[in-house]
């Protein structure tokens, strides 16, 4: 359904369904992800470890759709991005070991009156076990945005990287990709220790968190000039921070959506 | 699909992942710079190359963009930041400067006459920059004096209409002792509004020491947070009608330009310097 077509459908979905609301917290990690650099997605970001996992809805329909999201964090000067998260792949790197046990490929969602096949906006390598690795090279075999299989996304990670840090892979993408379907295999190059795993995003919202207030965002899901997403039940909403130097990723998120059917 | 014809077109592409999509935070140039004055092309500017790890003036990473060379059509950016105007835009090196001496002192690092893209179905199109100088060794002593030109009255820069002109106009560093990452707005001769190249440079008054970059700057989108903190974004796509292409325009003959995608920063003071939050997406028009 179209339902965010218009405010009146809006409306009229409250008035038969009611609103999901939601909030939720996600404590500090208290340790600041390992920086990134030009070989491995330039910038500083950490995955938070706490998501949120949408509920069952009622018959005849399909899920949700975001009207409004806030977030409220502790101070800093750092991005914000919550987003449908789906896990494409995980490598453990004792025994450079690819496993693809409760990996998806990215799902096919209703845009604009068309049912496409989606591809990552976002895609990350995210670190969920620290690494024992010095300068590891990661390859990542993936299926691009056009379905062509057998792409290669070749990364040079930094150093021992700790827990939750987390990669961004587009600058390195074969080339003319800009987005990830599917992994079919990942392998590193060096490293004793650790788990990565390689993550799929369709951006929610974006925030900006504020140097000197707990700031949420003026800018609501609603407003923004990109697709906006069927949340379906039991799919993943993650918390993604951009250029995070402090380690206290502290947050609570307020989620209001309307149901589609 | 061939290329985007409608708005739900461009939504739909960027659901596929053929597009870009870039959260991320622009690192400010570690001092505030040395405020314009009248002389100096008025506004104080600053050039934020961005990316975390970035070491200015030396060392620069622009915003990187996915591995396609086809069209990505900016569809939204925002900023979280002061109350000061941005700009998202491609930031082309021209060439250096040395303030430390009296003369022909530009040099610049490329061989090409103009930047091009195509525009209003004009493949190759020269387009037009802002002309900014940035100091990247801080003066000492007295304040550098320079116009766009030679010494022997040759022309200095290509205008907007292309044609090749002598400046009068001086641009007088606003201090004996500007300050390192200071970045102003040529002065240009009057009706002018935008170069396409700088190809000269002639220092009148020197400083004891100095030394500065540059720069044609390409705006492509506008954002103008309204008070601190606040995110303030330009919808390209619902907004209006002009999604600028986010790939970087390219030389008419010689070597690639150096070009950084980017933030610039006008504003009437050099305070509240800080660190902007951003992001910006587009989709691929292929």
């Known amino acids: 359904m179209a339902v965010i077509d218009s405010i009146d459908q809006i409306y009229a979905s409250i008035a038969a369904n009611e609103p999901l609301n939601r909030l939720w917290t996600g404590g500090s ?23 949120w996992t949408m509920p069952s809805v009622g018959g005849g329909l399909t899920g949700m759709y975001a009207t409004a999201c806030n977030i409220w964090c502790p101070g800093g000067a750092y991005t914000a991005i919550l987003a449908l998260e789906y896990l494409l792949g995980t490598l453990t790197v004792s025994g450079n070991v690819f496993s693809s046990t409760g990996a998806v490929s990215m799902p096919t969602k209703p845009v604009k009156g068309s049912s496409i096949v989606t591809s990552s906006m976002l895609t990350f390598a995210v670190v969920t076990t620290a690494l024992t690795a010095t300068t590891p090279v990661l390859t ?31 600058p390195h993408l074969a080339a003319g990709d800009t987005g990830v379907r599917a992994v079919s295999n990942i392998s590193i190059s060096t490293g004793s220790a650790g788990v990565i795993k390689i993550y799929g995003l369709l951006p929610i919202q974006e925030f900006s968190i504020d140097t000197t207030v707990n700031r949420h965002s003026n800018l609501q899901p609603l407003k923004q000039s990109r697709p906006q997403w069927l949340i379906e039940p039991a799919e993943t909403l993650a918390m993604y921070f951009g250029e995070i130097a402090t380690a206290n990723n502290q947050h609570m998120v307020q989620l209001t959506g309307v149901a589609a059917s | 699909m061939a290329t985007i014809a409608t708005r739900d077109e461009f939504i739909q592409q960027l659901a596929r992942g053929k ?3 870039y959260p991320g935070r622009h690192g400010a140039p570690p001092s505030n710079g040395t405020a314009a004055a009248a002389a100096s092309g008025y506004m104080s500017c600053h050039l934020m190359f961005n990316v975390q790890g970035t070491t200015y003036p030396s060392t620069l990473v622009g915003v990187p963009l996915p591995p396609t060379t086809s069209p990505l059509l900016v569809a939204q950016s925002g900023l979280r930041g002061a109350a000061r105007v941005f700009h998202w835009a491609w930031i082309y090196r021209f060439g250096t400067l040395n303030l430390a001496a009296t003369g022909n002192q530009f040099t610049h690092d490329h061989t090409f006459t103009e930047l091009r893209r195509t525009r209003y179905g004009e493949a190759s199109k020269a387009i037009n920059l802002l002309p900014m100088v940035m100091i990247t060794t801080a003066t000492t002593v007295t304040a550098p004096v320079f116009r766009l030109r030679t010494v022997a009255a040759g022309a200095g820069y290509v205008d907007q209409a292309g044609n090749s002109v002598v400046g009068t106009k001086t641009m007088t560093m606003p201090a004996a002792a500007t300050a390192v990452n200071s970045a102003y707005i040529f002065r240009l001769e009057d009706a002018d509004t935008a170069v396409r ?13 100095g030394a500065a970059s540059i720069w044609g700057v390409e705006l492509l989108s506008s954002m103008s947070p309204i008070t601190v903190g606040t995110l303030g974004a330009m919808d390209s796509l619902f907004g209006n009608f002009a999604p600028n292409d986010l790939q970087p325009a390219v030389v008419d003959t010689g070597t690639a330009v150096t070009a950084y995608l980017g933030l610039v920063r006008f504003s009437s003071s050099t305070t509240d310097l800080n660190v902007q939050a951003s992001h910006i997406w587009g989709a691929l028009n292929a």
């Open chain 2, 197 to 209: 190249n700088i190809s000269n440079i002639e220092v009148t008054t020197a400083g004891s020491a």
């Open chain 1, 29 to 51: 990690t208290g340790v600041a992800p390992t920086a990134g650099n030009s070989t491995s997605g330039y910038s500083q970001n950490l995955r938070h470890p706490s998501v």
């Open chain 2, 19 to 21: 597009g870009f999509y």
């Open chain 1, 140 to 170: 990542t075999t993936y299926t691009d945005q056009d379905g062509n299989g057998s792409q290669s996304c070749v990364m040079t990670l930094p150093t021992n990287p700790v827990t939750n840090s987390a990669y961004r892979m587009q």
